[in-house]
């Protein structure tokens, strides 16, 4: 875990020797499907840091009391559709507790899949029923996470952009606050506040 | 020069500023001392403080990796200047990003040291962990500079060496002011006691400046100077009138020292000693050996340790010690009666010696002229006494032998003119035989006068016999052998007598003499009384016998008479006697070295009084009652 958090600062220290990377890694996972070494380990880093915001997530959000069973409750970490994680991401919260709560990944093909959940990632692959995830899970105290283009302004909570080979967040506060889920300011702070439907 | 032999004002000053300074320089230390202490502690909390503020607000541009809201949040810094640099670590112990911007990161500690804030020569350093929840994303880093310490103590001190100035300066503009309060009352009194003590003037006074205790000591000081002033106008009116009647005395007054260094002479003394000026005088009595030279009355001339200075200062006591003194080489001598005595103070001690001297040279001429009377007198009273007594002796032994010669005659005459009567009784007639008795009677009576005579003579020849003689009885006898009591109607009152020491035979004849007398006188009285008594002389302590009676008594114009041989105041023919009685009673008790004599009055009776020497006078009744004596 320590060693997969400090490739990933390496990564993001690293950044700006990586932007012609960084839209090879893009155009390499839009397009082509065959794993290419190079690519791999691009995208691979990619969502190691992904992976380590997710989890950080879990520090600055604030779920309501009734989403756990109890205080020793899991804090169930979800992705919708395919995993681009790759392992990094049960690699990350291996024997993590935030709170109290262990951390536990799930993966849902479905949205009907999805059972308690408080983080829900996603994927690329299921972003194109975005507006009927969304609607379906609205009502229920997950923070969404996505990846893909327009996510918070669509209704996603919080987006990770590439920029500069830097990842950065979008966060729909409204959207949190409809799901009841309070995001700490301090987040806020390094991200760009986005509205629904706003261009 | 040590405190305390400054003057009072600059003490008082040196004290006040002393004091102040201590006091002012504790503070300033301690002040200093605990602003460095906490200061430190503020500077320590005031870096916690913003590092916690920074680190909590860091969380999530560590968590996330935002370089830029790091950045930012680090630029806030800008507002405290004593940051001088911060730098965030990440989790891996990386520097993430650093506060200023443009700082090379070799400014940078390589790696996070463990969590703390620690002071370095010139700055602080301080480690301060981020942590979101219970979460650990990375370590921030602060560096303070010391500089602020450094400059905030620089100006403490200048500001405590500002105070220290300032403060000395007021204390020294008040303690000059103030201290006067203290210091000019004390200076007034020590300048006054200066003045007392080198100008000798007691009038001087001390103005009193308040009420405190200076003031009660400048008040208690003008009191003593008052006191001490009335004192000595006292002790000077004294010490005048002590000069005065020193010099006025008749008596010489010499005054010296304990070494015998001649202090004073008073008037008398001058004169006395023939001095006219004070230089005369003013020496050392060893000088006076080479001008005077005294001696003893009997002429022994006294060495210098015997003169009378001198053993008065042995601490002898002189009185009346007569001395002939001699101007050496002059002929001045005169007498001088000396005295004199150590003077001593109140604790004993000598302080000088006082002689005194009078001139008794013409008292002591008046005396032995008085004493060569008095021997001349003597010599004379002795010529004449022998002169008489050979004289009385002659009378005596003339007087006897006349009335022995003259008994032979008269016995003729006597004897014949018995022998005429007898013869011529026949032939002359009455007339005859009345002449021839008349002859005869006288040549008796002659007989009998020159008896007494004779006796009488004797009595101043005869030794006398004293014994201790038993007086009552001695009475008794003589009125009884005297055959007093044949006359039946005298009224007897006789008190016990005491007993004498005297002649048996010769007070018998006395008091036979006495009684006699006073059974004769009162023989006409129609109730004669006799009294027989004795008192003890007031004046003289002697026993007085009396024998009074109620008879004819006598003038007291001729008292003296009385004892005189052949004085008489009646006529034979009135009261039969010869004269030679009391005159008898008189040498008898002369003799005994007692007194006579007597009181009476005309036709009121008399008194006749006899004293002899008591020989124990407590032996005597002081009420010597009156006892008749039983017939």
Redesign the interface.
Known sequence: M?LL??L??TW??HGAKGRCAAGLVMWALLFCAGPEASAQTTVSREYQ?KAV?LF?FA??VDWPSESFASPQAPLIIGVLGDDPFDGFLDETVRDEK??NHPLVIRRYRWVDDIGTCHILFISRSAAGQLGEILARLKDRHILTVGDAEDFARRGGMIRFVTENN????RINVDAAKAAELTI?S??L???KIVITGEN | MPLRDIPIQRKLMVIILLTSGAVLLLTCVSFFTYEFLTFRQTMVRQASTIGKIVA??S???L???????AKEILNALKAEPHIVAAGLY???G?L?SKYPANLPDAAFPDAPAADGYRFGRSQLDGFQPVA????RVGTLYLKTDLGALYERFRLYGLIVVLVIAVSFLLAYTLSTVLQKQISRPILALAETAKAVSERHDYSVRTTKLGRDELGLLTDAFNQMLEQIHEQNQTLRQNEIQLQTIIENLGEGLVVSNLEGQLLHFNRAALKLHGFASLEEWRRHLAEFATIFELSTIDGAILPLDQWPLARILRGEQLQDLEVRIRRIGSDWRRIFSYGGVLVRNAAGQATIAVVTMSDITERKRAEEQVRQLNRDLEQRVIQRTAQLEAANAELESFSYSVSHDLRAPLRHIDGFAELLRKHAEPVIDEKGRRYMKTISDSAKRLGQLIDELLVFSRMGRSELRLVDLDHDALVADVIREGGFQKNTTIDWRIASLPRVHADPVLLRQVWFNLIDNAVKYSGKSPTPRIEIGCRVGPATGEHEFFVRDNGAGFDMQYADKLFGVFQRLHSVAEFEGNGIGLANVRRIVQRHGGRTWAEGRVGEGAVFYFSLPAIKPASLPVDATLNPIPT
Do not use: Y
Not at chain 1, 166 to 169: F, P, T
Not at chain 2, 132 to 135: N, T
């Open positions: 320590a958090k400090a990933a600062c993001t220290s840091v915001f950080n520090q600055f935030v709170n830097k990842i950065r967040l700490s301090k987040l702070r390094p991200a | 909590d607000n969380t999530a541009a968590a996330f990796q935002n370089t830029d809201d990440d989790k891996a990386k993430f979101q929840g219970d979460k």
